[in-house]
Structure formats: C-alpha cells, structure tokens
C-alpha cells in the first residue's frame, strides 16, 4: 500500500527521460567510446529524410511543379537569398553549405517532435559539433583569403589608440565565443520546449488517472500541448533559420574583414 501510495503521488512522466543516450552498437576504438546511439541513429534519418526529399522533389524538374518540387524550389530559394543578402554574392559559393546545415537542423528539429523520435538538436554536443565546424571554417576562410589582414576583424576603425588594447580583447573574446552562443541557443530553445510538453504531458496523464472529474481538468494541459506543439514547430523552423543566418553573418565577416 505504502508503494502504491508513492507512486500514485509520483508524477508519471519523467520530462529528462526523453534526451537519455542509449547504445545501439557498443564500440570502442583506440580506448574511446565510439557507440553508435539512439541520437546517432536518429541524425542518420535525418540526413537519409533530406537527401530523399531533395533527390525526389528535383528528379522530375517539371516546368509546372508539383506539391514537392514547388517546397524545395521554395526552401531553395530562401537559402540562396538569405546567402547572398547577409555574406555578399562572393558568398554564393558557400550555398551548399548553409543549404545543407539549414535543412538539416530544421528536419532535426521537426522529427523530434514525433513520438518517439529522439531530437539530436537537444543535446549540447551536437550542436556545438556543428557551431564549431563553422567556426573553424569561416576562421580557415577568412584566413585563406586574407592572410594575416583578416586579422583586421578585431581593430575597429576609429578607435583612439589608447582603448585600442581594450577594444581589440573585447573583440577577441566575442570572436572566440561566438560557438558557444551558436550553440547554445539551438540547444537551450529545443531542450526547453521539450521538457515543457512533457510536463504538460504528464498532468494529463495525472488528471485522467483521477476519474470523470479528472478527464474535465485534463482538457486545458491538453489544450496547452496542443498550442505548444504548433509554437514548437515554429521555433524548430526559427532556430533553423536563425543558425543558418547567423553563419551567413560569419561568413560576411570573414570575406569582408574590415570593419
């Protein structure tokens, strides 16, 4: 009695247990763990999701399109606008890049709201992995095309020689963090949003659990899952957008280093 007690008074959905890594293929390499996991599965579907829809959309290249040719002319076409409103038309050549990272942080973000999809977006590490790699990209970018004049990215003009030291540590530093922030922001939006429907999730679990009287309470965390998952599906597609717009401001910087 006194166990059944406890778990009636214990909340029925555990909001972390969806972010849980779980191994589906141990492996170790050199003393590592290199498993291959629930997160790294579902990131595999990812990929296969974007491939398939680009390859198929565009196979055809009817002169009318259909449903998905006109969706992926239309993702296309943002990409390649946003590209080249916010790096510069020498940028253009980095479309695929951004293409490719955009499409796949947003279908990571849409998947996971699936029941029973795992959102790799929701795990700092993912994310850093891909805020880092265009860390180091536009850095070697910069670099390749400038030299040691990209380092003009951290003397901004106009600024007396006497809090030029200061100015140039303060832009250092900004620099440097920027794949935290990158990172972080994917992270943190996708995580919370998860946890909060969960926990929505479990009041209706906990109302329907009381009886007739329960069912009545459920209906507004039901209503409350409802509007959360479509404000969820927004911000999978704005944080999206946001990565993708934000890489394409570091890629400016980088092909145009003066300030």
Not at 96 to 105: A, G, H, R
Not at 147 to 154: I, T, V, Y
Request: aromatic fraction near 14%; include cysteine; glycine fraction near 8%.
């Amino acid at each position: 009695m006194a166990a059944e007690a406890e778990h009636a008074g214990s909340f029925p959905v555990d909001p972390l247990h969806q972010f849980m890594i779980h191994k589906i293929v141990p492996l170790q390499i050199g003393g590592y763990d290199a498993s291959f996991t629930n997160s790294s599965l579902w990131m595999v579907v990812t990929a296969c999701v974007v491939t398939a829809f680009t390859v198929l959309a565009m196979g055809r290249k009817a002169m009318v399109p259909g449903r998905f040719q006109a969706a992926a002319e239309m993702f296309y076409e943002f990409i390649y606008n946003m590209v080249r409103d916010n790096a510069g038309h020498e940028a253009i050549r980095f479309f695929p890049f951004v293409f490719t990272l955009f499409m796949f942080i947003f279908c990571t973000n849409v998947i996971g709201l699936f029941p029973y999809a795992f959102t790799a977006t929701s795990h700092i590490i993912v994310t850093f992995a891909l805020a880092i790699t265009v860390f180091l990209g536009v850095t070697l970018t910069g670099i390749y095309l400038h030299g040691f004049k990209f380092f003009r990215l951290f003397v901004p003009s106009g600024v007396p020689v006497v809090l030029l030291p200061l100015v140039v540590a303060i832009e250092v530093i900004s620099y440097i963090s920027r794949p935290i922030s990158h990172s972080v922001r994917l992270f943190a939006n996708m995580l919370a949003g998860h946890i909060t429907l969960e926990v929505f999730a479990g009041f209706v679990l906990t109302f329907g659990a009381m009886g007739t009287v329960g069912y009545v309470g459920a209906v507004l965390p039901m209503a409350m899952i409802v509007a959360l998952t479509g404000l969820e599906l927004l911000v999978a597609a704005l944080q999206a957008y946001v990565f993708a717009i934000l890489t394409c401001m570091y890629l400016h910087d980088a092909m145009h280093p003066g300030h």
